[in-house]
Nanobody
Framework: QVQPVESGGGLVQAGGSLRLSCAASGRTFSRYAMGWFRQAPGKEREFVAAMSWSGNTNYADSMKGRFTISRDNAKNTMYLQMNSLKPEDTAVYYC???????????????????WGKGTLVTVSS
């Protein structure tokens, strides 16, 4: 069983930065895709970014250029560096671990079967 655990959320002013971390133990971390998702109040959960086992990345259009996903396989940890934050980035951010080595283009939720409990990011204007 894999249990991702997110950390690093908090309150930040618009234009600021935060780095989220996701520690995922329970299996060979480096063999599987991982992803970040978020859910704002009253909205559906949406895709943020994902990384395959080989390091290939993909991002939601609104995050490109501002967010960077990375992973440290030696530490079984994935990161999300968020820059130029906007009030509309306010959400609970979730880490997810896939049961596949790559993500599915056009369906980033597919295969993401292990989910963390989320960490709240609040961006003030």
């Amino acid at each position: 069983q894999v249990q991702p655990v997110e950390s690093g959320g908090g309150l930040v002013q618009a234009g600021g930065s935060l780095r989220l971390s996701c520690a995922a133990s329970g299996r060979t971390f480096s063999r599987y895709a991982m992803g970040w998702f978020r859910q704002a109040p009253g909205k559906e959960r949406e895709f943020v970014a994902a990384m395959s086992w080989s390091g290939n990345t993909n991002y939601a259009d609104s995050m490109k250029g501002r967010f960077t996903i990375s992973r440290d396989n030696a530490k079984n940890t994935m990161y999300l560096q968020m820059n130029s934050l906007k009030p509309e980035d306010t959400a609970v951010y979730y880490c997810a671990a896939s049961n596949m080595p790559t993500t599915v283009v056009g369906n980033p939720f597919y295969g993401m079967i292990y989910w963390g409990k989320g960490t709240l990011v609040t961006v003030s204007s």
